[in-house]
């Protein structure tokens, strides 16, 4: 069975948060191929099924503004994505930090509009597989 992970972005610019195992996650990013992330990160269940709820409220009921979520609270998160209204979608501006909250180590990207169904799919999805 395949570990959940959930993918946003094309063929150019995209990230990908996944389940390596038990509370190891991966997460790898590529702009271009230009500016690449890939770093494993200690992350619970409980705290991506989280992130994947709180990302989700906001996409259920669109209140046609911008929004973020950090997949932790603390100073150890790892990744945070801004939700930028679009059209009929959201454009998202990730924020990577390997070392946690580090000012000085981190990395920034923009992915293009994504169509809010789309985006609900693929966090749902995330969601469902987590919350066995």
């Known amino acids: 069975m395949e570990e959940p992970r959930i993918r946003l972005g094309g063929d150019d610019v995209w990230l990908e948060l996944a389940r390596n195992d038990g509370d190891s ?13 890939d770093f ?28 973020s979520a950090a997949v932790t609270p603390g100073r150890n998160n790892p990744l945070t994505l801004t939700a930028e209204p679009v059209g009929d ?10 070392n946690g909250d580090d000012d000085a180590c981190h990395v920034q990207m923009e992915i ?4 809010t169904s789309e985006l609900r799919e693929a966090f749902s ?4 597989a987590l919350v066995v």
């Open 25 to 37: 996650w991966q997460v790898t990013a590529d702009w271009c191929s230009w500016l690449t992330a």
């Open 89 to 98: 979608g959201f454009a998202h501006f990730v924020r990577l930090t390997p």
């Open 125 to 128: 999805a995330l969601h469902a």
């Open 112 to 115: 293009d509009p994504i169509a």
């Open 40 to 67: 494993a990160t200690d992350l619970s269940v409980a705290e991506v099924v989280d992130f994947a709820a709180r990302v989700l409220s906001h996409l259920r009921a669109p209140s046609g503004g911008r929004f």
